[in-house]
């Protein structure tokens, strides 16, 4: 066929791609090794996929170059998204900035970019592995393997939107990375982020199934490198919860460059309330339920399964009363419950993760997405080192480099 733009990968990027570059009267072809387009859209937003944010800034995104990323974001905003998906029919709920089809479906979302990929006779090819990308005068040799019988597809465009390391169940392999070193671009390497903590210590399994509001703070060699504040979850392993996920790329960092390094997560239980005031409040209590334990005391401060844990990590016995406690245990009682250290070992793998820190250094493709180093070739979404928080703005990400992509690859096709 000719003057073909191949995708490779058919999710969020790739489908927006494919749609954009179609629109805009060039032939396109989609090939996916999943038996399905789009499978990790069904995923996002816990289903209900938050397809953008009205707060959109580079502050919300992470990469070892911004510049890629603010261009990006100039280029195609919320509003532009926003746009786009209601010119598919999407009505759009806005829940304080955060946006989502109004159906609360990801099905919804997908079923409308499908819709529009047949609309515009976009060809797709199914449980297809590609093996090969090769450059072949002015356009690429695709090769690819579909039912055991290996096929070569010739295109004058190539966009990669093959994803990440990330949730790899939904077919992010990590087979982009090879194709960019092929091509001789720099991997960043990738790492797990959005991703739970894992911590050491034997009162996990204690704590677990709390959630509660609260706040964490990464330290690394006296530095802190990340805080967050929002609804923690304390698991068996480690902490988890939205804060967790937004700091945890720095934690997957830091270890990636050092194996060793001493990372502790400081977790404050009771965030709006000063260390000063709580010393003062819990004065008050302990003075008015004399006749109660300390456990017992606490029991009506934060959730009951981290009481002993607190005062086993203080070492003051669950047994002493109100009337016994002495001011200095009420201090580290105190300090205790706004800087609770946990030792963290690690994060849970790349199966757990949303996304990855890490990927293609994007000072390696211009502000429409090409390579700088191979002509025609286009990279685009998770396959970039870049990495938002939670929020929408990964599938911002997605949307828009995906958009920018399809129309400058179909320019002059």
Same mark, same amino acid.
Request: glycine letters at 10%.
């Given at each position: 066929?000719?003057?073909?733009?191949?995708?490779?990968?058919?999710?969020?990027?790739?489908?927006?791609?494919? +749609?954009?570059?179609?629109?805009?009267?060039?032939?396109?072809? $989609?090939?996916?090794?999943?038996?399905?387009?789009?499978?990790?859209?069904?995923?996002?937003?816990?289903? #209900?996929?938050?397809?953008?944010?009205?707060?959109?800034?580079?502050?919300?995104?992470?990469?070892?170059?911004?510049?890629?990323?603010? !261009?990006?974001?100039? *280029?195609?905003?919320?509003?532009?998204?926003?746009?786009?998906?209601?010119?598919?029919?999407?009505?759009?709920?806005?829940?304080?900035?955060? @946006?989502?089809?109004?159906?609360?479906?990801?099905?919804?979302?997908?079923?409308?970019?499908?819709?529009?990929?047949?609309?515009?006779?976009?060809?797709?090819?199914?449980?297809?592995?590609?093996?090969?990308?090769?450059?072949?005068?002015?356009?690429?040799?695709?090769?690819?393997?579909?039912?055991?019988?290996?096929?070569?597809?010739?295109?004058?465009?190539? +966009?990669?939107?093959?994803?990440?390391?990330?949730?790899?169940?939904?077919?992010?392999?990590?087979?982009?990375?090879?194709?960019? #070193?092929?091509?001789?671009?720099?991997?960043? %390497? %990738?790492?797990?982020?959005?991703?739970?903590?894992?911590? &050491?210590?034997?009162?996990?399994?204690?704590?677990?199934?709390?959630?509660?509001?609260?706040?964490? /703070?990464?330290?690394?060699?006296?530095?802190?490198?990340?805080?967050?504040?929002?609804?923690?979850?304390?698991?068996?392993?480690?902490?988890?919860?939205?804060?967790?996920?937004?700091?945890?790329?720095?934690? /997957?960092?830091?270890?990636?460059?050092?194996?060793?390094?001493?990372?502790?997560?400081?977790?404050?239980?009771?965030?709006?309330?000063?260390?000063? &005031?709580?010393?003062?409040?819990?004065?008050?209590?302990? /003075?008015?339920?004399?006749?109660?334990? +300390? &456990?017992?005391?606490?029991?009506?401060?934060?959730?009951?399964?981290?009481?002993?844990? +607190?005062?086993?990590?203080?070492? $003051? =016995?669950? !047994? $002493?009363?109100?009337?016994?406690?002495?001011?200095?245990?009420?201090?580290?009682?105190? =300090?205790?419950?706004? *800087?609770?250290?946990?030792? @963290? @070992?690690?994060?849970?793998?790349? &199966?757990?993760?949303?996304?990855?820190?890490?990927?293609?250094?994007?000072?390696?493709?211009?502000?429409?997405?090409?390579?700088? #180093?191979?002509?025609?070739?286009?990279?685009?979404?998770?396959?970039?080192?870049?990495?938002?928080?939670?929020?929408?703005?990964?599938?911002?990400?997605?949307?828009?480099?995906?958009?920018?992509?399809?129309?400058?690859?179909?320019?002059?096709?």
């Amino acid at each position: 066929m000719k003057n073909l733009i191949v995708i490779i990968g058919g999710g969020a990027s790739g489908l927006v791609a494919a +749609i954009a570059a179609a629109r805009n009267g060039s032939n396109v072809c $989609i090939i996916e090794k999943n038996n399905r387009l789009g499978k990790k859209i069904l995923a996002t937003g816990n289903g #209900k996929c938050n397809i953008t944010n009205e707060q959109m800034n580079c502050s919300y995104y992470r990469s070892d170059d911004m510049t890629l990323v603010d !261009s990006v974001l100039k *280029q195609f905003s919320t509003s532009h998204t926003k746009e786009f998906f209601q010119e598919l029919g999407l009505l759009l709920m806005d829940k304080n900035g955060y @946006i989502y089809p109004n159906s609360g479906q990801a099905a919804t979302v997908l079923d409308a970019l499908l819709m529009e990929v047949s609309h515009l006779n976009i060809n797709v090819i199914l449980e297809a592995n590609v093996v090969d990308i090769s450059k072949k005068g002015n356009g690429f040799s695709i090769s690819y393997v579909k039912e055991d019988k290996k096929h070569t597809i010739q295109g004058t465009k190539v +966009i990669l939107s093959t994803g990440s390391k990330a949730a790899p169940k939904s077919g992010s392999d990590g087979s982009g990375y090879v194709f960019g #070193k092929r091509f001789h671009h720099t991997i960043i %390497p %990738p790492v797990p982020a959005l991703v739970q903590l894992k911590g &050491e210590g034997n009162y996990f399994k204690h704590w677990s199934g709390v959630r509660l509001q609260g706040s964490i /703070s990464i330290i690394s060699n006296k530095k802190q490198l990340s805080y967050c504040v929002g609804e923690l979850q304390l698991t068996d392993y480690g902490i988890s919860g939205i804060p967790v996920f937004q700091v945890s790329r720095y934690v /997957s960092r830091a270890l990636e460059e050092n194996k060793l390094a001493n990372i502790t997560a400081v977790l404050d239980f009771l965030p709006d309330i000063p260390y000063s &005031e709580l010393v003062s409040l819990f004065e008050t209590y302990a /003075s008015s339920n004399y006749y109660k334990t +300390i &456990e017992e005391i606490l029991n009506g401060m934060i959730h009951k399964k981290l009481s002993p844990i +607190i005062l086993k990590r203080g070492n $003051i =016995s669950t !047994s $002493i009363t109100g009337k016994q406690l002495s001011v200095s245990q009420i201090k580290q009682i105190s =300090s205790l419950l706004k *800087q609770f250290s946990v030792k @963290i @070992i690690g994060t849970n793998s790349f &199966e757990q993760a949303q996304v990855c820190a890490g990927g293609i250094s994007t000072k390696e493709v211009d502000s429409n997405l090409q390579s700088k #180093k191979v002509k025609g070739l286009y990279i685009v979404g998770e396959l970039l080192d870049v990495d938002g928080m939670c929020g929408g703005y990964n599938l911002q990400w997605a949307w828009a480099t995906g958009y920018l992509a399809g129309i400058s690859a179909s320019r002059n096709n």
